[in-house]
């Protein structure tokens, strides 16, 4: 996925693998949550006044809740966007199957992992908020985590090009309209951002 994407649609399309890959998947992923929440410290936590046997039960707690997250949040994930997708191909009359696309959706996930694994070892390294990626404009410009400079970031930006490419390759869809349904989720991810961070 990193090195020749093209390649490894072509062969999602010829031959899906689901499960192995999805394992491999929510196990990273579990352990970029694991990470993201060892580097929380109590100051961003709130709960610097504690004790420390009460910072350590938080701790735990979020640390469950994070593992939890880690294992829940791939699959489901996966399956809304393939079932998005398939929708969207239905309409573009693509004959491509569901286990393609979640097969292609769960290998694109590999670079949010990536992502996240080394989000949190470099806030592991110098501290700062955890819910905000160094890599995304938001760091660059100091601004919130719910803002809307917070989407734009390195791996959602590669990401998007990947879905747009395996729309391309995988459901067999025009380059413009395969690139326009994955900029267009980009789009509508930003000014999610963008409401959440107003309500805020």
């Known amino acids: 996925m990193i090195a020749n994407p093209s390649e490894q649609f072509e062969r999602i399309k010829q031959q899906p693998k689901i499960w192995v890959p999805l394992l491999l998947v929510t196990l990273l992923f579990t352990v970029g ?3 993201t929440a060892s580097s929380m410290d109590p100051a961003y936590l709130g709960i610097d006044e504690l004790s420390q046997a009460e910072q350590d039960m938080v701790y735990m707690i979020s640390l469950i809740m994070f593992v939890i997250i880690g ?3 791939p699959i489901f994930t996966v399956l809304i966007s393939s079932a998005i997708y398939l929708l969207i191909c239905k309409i573009a009359s693509s004959d491509v199957s569901f286990k393609q696309l979640f097969s292609m959706n769960t290998y694109i996930l590999v670079i949010s992992v990536i992502g996240l694994i080394l ?9 700062g908020n955890p819910e905000l990626n160094v890599t995304s404009l938001a760091s660059v410009l100091n601004a919130e985590a719910t803002s809307v400079w917070a989407s734009i970031e390195v791996f959602s930006i590669w990401q998007t090009i990947l879905v747009g490419l395996g729309l391309h390759k995988v459901a067999g869809l025009s380059k413009g309209v395969a690139y326009g349904v994955a900029i267009a ?3 509508i991810s930003m000014i999610f951002a963008l409401v959440t961070s107003t309500a805020v």
């Open 33 to 35: 949550m694991i990470i």
């Open 119 to 127: 989000n949190g070892v470099i806030r592991m390294i110098i501290g």
């Open 71 to 73: 294992i829940i949040s």
């Open 185 to 187: 989720f980009f789009i």
